[in-house]
T-cell receptor, first 114, second 115 residues
Framework: NAGVMQNPRHLVRRRGQEARLRCSPM?????VYWYRQLPEEGLKFMVYLQKENIIDESGMPKERFSAEFPKEGPSILRIQQVVRGDSAAYFC????????????FGPGTRLTVL | AQTVTQSQPEMSVQEAETVTLSCTYD???????LFWYKQPPSRQMILVIRQEAYKQQNATENRFSVNFQKAAKSFSLKISDSQLGDAAMYFC????????????WGAGTKLIIKP
């Protein structure tokens, strides 16, 4: 009964490189949320996706960030041309459907930009 | 816009005693959910307890209980018989009932358990 899985757990990139973060939701869950946590802060919502659809991307930076949740495979959060300010923990959560109140979280990916 | 405030950056409690973590929120909605999540040093975000705003009865989960005061927009977490494994960051979070499904988070309270 696997929970939400994220990989990699730790990712190191140099400025200007691309970062790809993966999230596999809980079995049976078709809704995925991405959050970012800066050091010593709470989480900030980035994007909410359903299979093949972006439902709400109001928390996504306008440039360099994109997310997808294809019909098959994990959800991907992509950050192009990373900068030091992108260093953070990125958490993925999933829920059964749109109306489900509870989001279950993965272990997070800690991105470090050198 | 909704906001969540945790005014205690850090709290400490003696093992086996009781501690209360504070959370206040602001919303114009009448129906919503409130949550407490725990983030231990492993950084995994773990759901501790949830409350539906329409329910007057306070939620409880074993040693964890909440004091939900809807009129005051307050949602405190009480941990009874504190254990060393309770040491973690605790986050309060809010979600609308049927729209805008993102969770809105407080800044967190670091709970230290003294042996």
């Amino acid at each position: 009964n696997a929970g939400v899985m994220q990989n990699p757990r730790h990712l190191v990139r140099r400025r200007g490189q691309e970062a790809r973060l993966r999230c596999s939701p809980m079995k049976g869950h078709s809704h995925v949320y991405w959050y970012r946590q800066l050091p010593e802060e709470g989480l900030k919502f980035m994007v909410y996706l359903q299979k093949e659809n972006i439902i709400d991307e109001s928390g996504m930076p306008k440039e360099r960030f994109s997310a997808e949740f294809p019909k098959e495979g994990p959800s991907i959060l992509r950050i192009q041309q990373v900068v030091r300010g992108d260093s953070a923990a990125y958490f993925c959560a999933s829920s059964l459907d749109r109306g489900s109140d509870t989001q279950y979280f993965g272990p997070g990916t800690r991105l470090t930009v050198l | 816009a909704q906001t969540v405030t945790q005014s205690q950056p850090e709290m400490s409690v003696q093992e086996a005693e009781t501690v209360t973590l504070s959370c206040t929120y602001d919303t114009s909605e009448s129906d919503y959910y409130l949550f407490w999540y725990k983030q231990p040093p492993s950084r995994q975000m773990i759901l501790v307890i949830r409350q539906e705003a329409y329910k007057q009865q306070n939620a409880t989960e074993n040693r964890f209980s909440v004091n939900f005061q809807k009129a005051a927009k307050s949602f405190s977490l009480k941990i009874s018989d504190s254990q060393l494994g309770d040491a973690a960051m605790y986050f309060c979070a809010y979600r609308n009932w049927d729209s805008n499904y993102q969770l809105i988070w407080g800044a967190g309270t670091k709970l230290i358990i003294k042996p």
